[in-house]
């Protein structure tokens, strides 16, 4: 299994930057990527970005492409989501998220909010 804990989460005005990090543990082998998602109440889960741990390639949802920068840190079993330009559209709970063999494991997610 594997377990997965968000920070850096908080209130900042539009226009502001914040990094979030996802450290993971337990069979990070099995880990092939990590993704974040978010999610505001009374709406679905969007997915944000995702990173291919072997590779490092990374996706970007078409609303935080050129803005939202994901990265890794190898020996620290560690991913960042560095958020730039930051939009009251972007306020919710971000999720880091990581495919785990037939299974999907979640974090406990972090507030992002962006006050206009």
């Known amino acids: 299994q594997v377990h997965l804990v968000e920070s850096g989460g908080g209130l900042v005005q539009s226009g502001d930057s914040l990094r979030l990090s996802c450290a993971a543990s337990g069979d990070i082998y099995g880990i092939s990527a990590m993704g974040w998602y978010r999610q505001v109440p009374g709406k679905e889960r969007e997915f944000v970005g995702l990173?291919?741990?072997?590779?490092?390639?990374?996706n970007y949802a078409t609303s935080v492409k050129g803005r939202f920068t994901i990265s890794k840190h190898n020996t620290e079993n560690t991913v960042y989501l560095q958020m730039n330009s930051l939009k009251p559209d972007d306020t919710g709970v971000y999720y880091c998220n990581a495919p785990y063999y037939t299974t999907e494991c979640w974090g406990q997610g972090t507030q992002v909010t962006v006050s206009s």
């Open positions: 990173i291919r741990m072997s590779s490092g390639s990374t």
